[in-house]
């Protein structure tokens, strides 16, 4: 069966940081390429970053750009998603999701597995 679970999310000041963990299983996931999405109240859903499995990243366009770093330990079929200097804004469920092997997309209809998301609070 394919699964991603997501983990580490939580309630953390303004300037605090989080480590996001993606584990994912699933034979045919161990070659996908794997994205962090989030979603605020009341927005659309966005991407933030990809990895594929040989570690090339993709980071678009988004609030949380230079403070986001994504990474991937393949032995551990987990992705992180490294936050830094949170502010209020990056309050969202935060998502990850797999899709193709060897490249990164930006649209999320191209993303076929998905976790149930964790929620990350960011307030003083």
């Known amino acids: 069966q394919l699964q991603l679970v997501e983990s580490g999310g939580g309630s953390v000041q303004p300037g605090g940081s989080l480590t996001l963990s993606c584990t994912f299983s699933g034979n045919s996931l161990n070659d996908a390429s794997i994205a962090w999405f989030r979603q605020a109240p009341g927005k659309e859903r966005e991407v933030i970053p990809c990895i594929t499995r040989s570690g090339g990243r993709v980071n678009y366009g988004h609030s949380g750009k230079g403070r986001f770093d994504i990474s991937r330990d393949n032995a551990k079929n987990t992705v992180y998603l490294q936050m830094y200097g949170l502010q209020s804004e990056d309050t969202a469920l935060y998502y990850c999701?797999?899709?193709?092997?060897?490249?990164?997309?930006?649209?999320?209809?191209?993303?076929?597995?998905w976790g149930q998301g964790t929620q990350v609070t960011v307030s003083s």
């Open positions: 999701a797999a899709t193709q092997p060897r490249r990164c997309v930006p649209d999320d209809n191209e993303y076929y597995n």
